[in-house]
C-alpha cells in the first residue's frame, strides 16, 4: 500500500487552484461549490486535506473545469 501525504488529492486540488488567474479565482471557485451542491466549508476541508474528496465531486470538478486534475482516478 503507498503511503501519501496529508492528502494527495488535496495536494493535486491545492495545486491546480494556484493556477487560477487571480481576477476568476472568486468566480471559479463559487461556480465550483454550486455545480458540486456543497458549502464554503466543505470545500475548503477538501482542499486542506480535513476530509476527503468524494469520487463523484472529483468527476464533476473536472467536468467544470475542463482540467483532468485527479489523474490517478
Known sequence: ?????????????????????????????DNLIVACKINRATFQNWRYGNCRIPELAKEKIEEITGVKIFKNN
Do not use: A, F
Not at 8 to 18: A, H, P, R, V, Y
Open 1 to 29: 500500500m503507498e503511503i501519501l501525504g496529508k492528502n494527495s488529492d488535496s495536494q493535486k486540488l491545492q495545486e491546480w487552484i494556484q493556477t487560477i488567474p487571480i481576477g476568476q479565482y472568486r468566480v471559479t471557485l
